[in-house]
């Protein structure tokens, strides 16, 4: 077997590992996301813009 066979069966091995890895992450991340989800949060809104004070007329 040659050496750049040997290379690319390790980097097809490493690619593999890597992609289960991932899965198993996603998986775990599933199964404790719909605790999360229960939680439920109200983002506050802006508070409303104060009304401009009345400006005295100026006698003419």
Known sequence: MKT??????GLLIVVLL???TMMGIAKAY?????????????VPSAPDAPEAPEV???PE
Do not use: A, R
């Open 18 to 20: 890597g992609i289960t």
């Open 4 to 9: 750049s066979n040997k290379l690319l069966l």
């Open 56 to 58: 005295p007329s100026v």
């Open 30 to 42: 599933m199964v404790e996301e719909p605790v999360t989800e229960q939680e439920h949060v109200v």
